[in-house]
């Protein structure tokens, strides 16, 4: 079976996914995060190792179990998953499905925050790097794929097409998560593609076929060329 698996489309190519939440310490029993379970990323090296490719997978403490058959490497701060991204380097392609936490602490607390007289505590925040960003404008060792997705709860479109151009990646999957919509921690997404050529909404289907169907555009686009 695994030489089966091997002889896909996306033999040997070399694909990061990033997938899952990030933990932000606070203090040692507390910290911040995204809700993530990870569905979507896992589905997505799943589907990339099914046609062949060789896939790093960076994870965050995700809900569901990492995929079989691949490079498993789990993180849990933003900036863990940064450094692991960026010692995976070079590959063919990349993709962003985690969800980062855009904020860790200032300063963390090395003991824990006590209640007290003084009230709640005020939190100070320092920003994370942006591992999408940095990867689509690498300058040298550029994956010749990368792919984000934009989670966002109105203008979808609009505010997919900007975050493509202004992190500079190929590709955008952008999924509305309105709580309305019920994607967020549900098994089916419904996405829109946003590349070069214009947006392309795709049904909204289980989390597996969207996956698949991500793969087979991989597939297809680095299959063109070398
Ligand atoms: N991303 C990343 N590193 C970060 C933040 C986001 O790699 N520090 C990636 C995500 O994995 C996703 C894409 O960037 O593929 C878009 O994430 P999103 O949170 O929608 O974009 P932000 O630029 O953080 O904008 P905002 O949260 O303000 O909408
Ligand atoms: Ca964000």
């Given amino acids: 079976a695994e030489d089966a ?20 310490p606070i203090d040692p029993v507390r910290y911040i995060a995204n809700r993530s379970s990870g569905a ?3 589905a997505i090296a799943t589907a990339l190792a099914g046609l062949g490719a060789e896939v790093v997978f960076v994870t965050g403490p995700a809900t569901v179990p990492p995929p079989a058959g691949v490079e498993v490497i789990r993180v849990e701060t933003a900036r863990e998953m940064h450094a692991a991204v960026r010692a995976a380097l070079p590959a063919d392609a990349a993709i962003c499905a985690a969800a980062v936490a855009d904020w860790r602490m200032a300063a963390e607390s090395g003991s824990k925050i006590k209640k007290g007289a003084d009230g709640p505590p005020t939190l100070h925040f320092a920003e ?16 010749r794929l990368v ?3 934009a989670a966002e709860t109105d203008n979808v479109i609009r ?4 975050k493509r151009a202004r992190k500079g990646c190929d590709w955008i999957l952008a999924n509305d998560v309105s709580p309305a919509t019920g994607i967020m921690g549900g098994p089916e997404n419904a996405v829109t593609l946003i590349s070069a050529d214009g947006a392309e909404t795709w049904p909204r289907v289980g989390k597996d076929m969207v996956a698949r169907k991500l793969a087979e555009r991989v597939a297809e686009t680095l299959g063109e060329g070398t």
């Fill in 5 to 24: 698996l091997a002889d896909g489309p996306l033999r040997g190519r070399r694909i990061v996914v990033t997938s899952g939440p990030t933990h932000e």
């Fill in 159 to 162: 505010h997919a097409t900007e």
């Fill in 128 to 143: 994370n790097p942006d591992i999408l960003a940095e990867v689509s404008q690498l300058a040298e060792g550029r994956p």
């Fill in 147 to 149: 792919v984000g997705f």
């Fill in 40 to 42: 979507q990323g896992t």
